[in-house]
């Protein structure tokens, strides 16, 4: 009996995580999000409370897909709404096989790929008439002349403007950031659920702080950006797509290595009374258009720096910037 009421009151904050997801993916600007608070949900209460989080989350992304529809004032069908639901539900199934109790053994960042994969198979149908469609060229010239001509107050301030080659540079972006993209949301809501689904109390056990890849990622993450450095030399066709496609990714997870030492090393060396201003200035550098891509070179060439540089000594320090016993 005390287990069957244990399960009831387990559902509530599922469930309330599920709604909480699928507000997140309403507001647009907030959606690469609505992971997050069904990763809370597993940390909570289980795979169990996962499932139930998941299963209402999509529920409101096919609410918010009808409603968008409509608001459009454009004919619809099913097939329509099962189309706008491939990215939320791929990377749900990601998340959900990132975190299945079979897996549990497998190494997070094994998962996380193998989650990404599954994402990106999930989301193959939605992405390909972007970057191969006879149409989506036009189409996106149009909007991004479109958006300049506004931007620039009329036609006449476009002089320079190509909208041709922003479209191919969106489209290359496309075909060769997708897959990382996909992966640095599945892993930065995976860590922001884990981080916010703690009870109060509870230790941080295997946190962000503690997060490494495998040795077993290091080669494959050197041969491909071996790759990327061939094909800026030499035509090699879709060989260049393979290349970006696993060294962006890769890439991904040693940026979090990074930010994993980096909060060590706050731990270590600056005061807490200080810490989250460090982490506001480094989210600044991080979003500012000047200093964003030196953010993205510098976090994984530290968390790649790990491999020969012991930056955490056999006496760890803790999240709490105490040594380990």
Sequence with gaps: MSEAIERRAGTVPALVSGALSGVLYATLALSPAFLAPLQAARRRGGFRAFLIAGTIALAACAAVTVARFRSLAVPF??????SGLLMPGSLVAALALVNVPALSGVHLAYRLLLGTGIATLGAMPALLPVVTGPESAAHLERMFSAVAEAMNGGAEGLERFDAAALAAAFRMAMTNGFVAGLLFILTADYWVGERFGRKAGEPRGDGLGSFKVPAGLLWPFLVAWAATLVTRVLETGAVEVVAWNGALPLSVLYGFQGLSLLGRLAARWIPRPLRFAAAF???????????????AIALPVLGLSENWIPYRTTKEITDEGHPEQ
């Design 281 to 295: 200035t480094l989210a600044l550098l991080a979003l500012s258009p000047a200093t964003s891509l030196g953010v």
């Design 77 to 82: 069908g099913i097939l329509d709404v099962l």
